[in-house]
């Protein structure tokens, strides 16, 4: 089974752009979650969608964005890019029939912002 | 979500058993102590979780106290790759994972 995929998997922007990244979950997932990892700051989670709904919400401002797709496909967007955003951004699916299911996380895409 | 505490670092020798401690002293009776770890470069992979009885698999075994104020996870016999930072992780729901600063294992020849 193919595992959690993530495009693009690098990406360079300038600041003030905006960028747009997507996730396809493991095959039969239905709940999609999005991290951000830095040096600084480590691990932190954005949100969580299942069902084309966001279920979960970290604490990031409103230029973080997200949405779900019917076949559970997932795209996150940062709009207005800051330096600070430079991070890696991980994506995790889960079957979510229960709600200890384990997470499988992607690979990850390394967003630069210059 | 009840508040963690691990060492910052720890050594083991290959073919040892590393045991990384978890403190979680706040933990309330419906929340899961979840452990993933995380090798350079590459996203979190999960291990192993539990509630209240100690929960073994392919990859490790974990031991939560009788109180749950405090876990183990115990690799029985390390390798190189188990080279990662250790994350633990007390969540009701496995979702929106706060992952701390965990525990960096290094795992010597």
């Known amino acids: 089974k193919a595992g959690v995929t993530q495009t693009p998997r690098y990406l360079i922007k300038t600041r003030g752009q905006q960028v747009t990244l997507s996730c396809s979950p493991i095959?039969?997932?239905?709940?999609v979650s999005w991290y951000q990892q830095t040096p600084g700051q480590g691990l932190q989670f954005l949100f969580e969608?299942?069902?084309?709904?966001?279920?979960n919400k970290g604490n990031f401002p409103g230029r973080f964005s997200g949405r779900q797709f019917s076949n559970s496909r997932s795209e996150m967007n940062v709009s207005t890019l800051e330096l600070g955003d430079s991070a890696l951004y991980l994506c995790?699916?889960?079957?979510?029939?229960?709600?200890?299911?384990?997470?499988?996380f992607g690979p990850g895409t390394r967003l630069t912002v210059l | 979500d009840a508040k963690t505490t691990q060492p910052p670092s720890m050594d083991c020798a290959e073919g040892r058993a590393a045991n990384l401690p978890c403190n979680h002293s706040t933990i309330s009776g419906n929340e899961y102590v979840y452990w993933y770890r995380q090798i350079h470069s590459q996203g979190p992979q999960y291990i192993i979780h539990?509630?209240?009885n100690n929960e073994t698999n392919e990859m490790a075994s974990l031991i939560i106290t009788e109180d749950r104020k405090s876990s183990t996870l115990i690799l029985p016999h390390a390798t190189l790759r188990d080279t990662a930072v250790y994350y633990c992780?007390?969540?009701?729901?496995?979702?929106?994972?706060?992952f701390g600063k965990g525990t960096s294992l290094l795992v010597t020849p």
């Open positions: 992780i007390v969540i009701i729901s496995g979702y929106a994972l706060n």
């Open positions: 969608y299942f069902s084309e709904t966001q279920r």
């Open positions: 095959s039969g997932h239905r709940s």
């Open positions: 539990g509630l209240k």
């Open positions: 995790a699916s889960s079957l979510a029939t229960r709600a200890y299911n384990e997470q499988f």
